[in-house]
C-alpha cells in the first residue's frame, strides 16, 4: 500500500513541476514591468509541454520586442532584420517567433497538439502539425481550412515501419487525422 502513494506522489510532483514550468514564461510576461504593455495586449491561444502560441495586438511588435530585446530569441530572423542577434540562441527561459521575423495571418488550433501557422508571405515557414501522424503525410494531404468549413473529421491512410518480437514489417495504418472534437 505505502509503495502506490509513493508512486502517486512521484507522479504527481512531476506533473506540478511540468505545469510550473508550463507558466514560467507567462510569469515573466505579467510581472516585468518591461514588458506589461505587452501582456496587457496578450492572448494565450494554447499552451504546450514546451511552449505556448499567444496572440499580441500592438501598434508595432518589432519595436516593443527592440525595447525588451533580452527576453527574446531572435536568431531565427532573417540576417537582414534589424532585430536579428544570436545573443539568445536556444537560450531557456526566451521568447522565440515560430515563424521566424515573418508574422503569421492565420492560427487555427483545433486540439492538443493539433494547429496551423498560416504565413502568407512564406509558405516555408507555415506550420501544421498533427501528432500521431506521419510529416509526410500531413505535408502532401493535410488542410486544416478545410476542416475548419466542414467540421468533419479527416480519415488518414498512410504505411509504415513497425518492429514487433524483433521482427521489422511494414504495415498500413488507418487513423483518424484532423478532428476538433474530444474523444
Not at 509503495?3 to 514564461?25: C, E, H, W, Y
Not at 532585430?83 to 527561459?93: E, F, I, P, S
Amino acid at each position: 500500500m505505502s509503495t502506490t502513494k509513493q508512486n502517486f506522489i512521484q507522479v504527481g510532483l512531476g506533473v506540478s513541476v511540468l505545469r510550473m514550468r508550463d507558466f514560467a514564461p507567462l510569469d515573466i510576461c505579467t510581472t516585468s514591468s518591461q514588458f506589461s504593455l505587452l501582456a496587457a495586449a496578450c492572448k494565450l491561444l494554447f499552451t504546450d509541454t514546451d511552449s505556448f502560441c499567444c496572440h499580441i495586438q500592438t501598434e508595432d511588435l518589432y519595436k516593443d520586442m527592440s525595447q525588451n530585446l533580452d527576453m527574446f530569441d531572435t536568431s531565427n530572423f532573417e540576417i537582414t532584420h534589424t532585430l536579428y542577434t544570436t545573443k539568445n540562441h536556444r537560450a531557456l527561459g526566451k521568447f522565440k517567433s515560430e515563424t521566424g521575423s515573418l508574422a503569421p495571418l492565420e492560427f487555427l488550433g483545433l486540439r492538443a497538439k493539433m494547429y496551423s501557422l498560416l504565413v502568407p508571405d512564406n509558405p516555408k515557414e507555415s506550420k501544421i502539425r498533427a501528432k500521431g501522424i506521419k510529416k509526410s503525410y500531413v505535408k502532401k494531404n493535410v488542410q486544416f481550412l478545410g476542416v475548419l468549413k466542414t467540421f468533419k473529421s479527416t480519415p488518414s491512410t498512410f504505411c509504415t515501419f513497425q518492429s514487433k518480437n524483433h521482427v521489422l514489417r511494414t504495415v498500413e495504418i488507418n487513423k483518424t487525422c484532423l478532428n476538433a472534437f474530444d474523444d
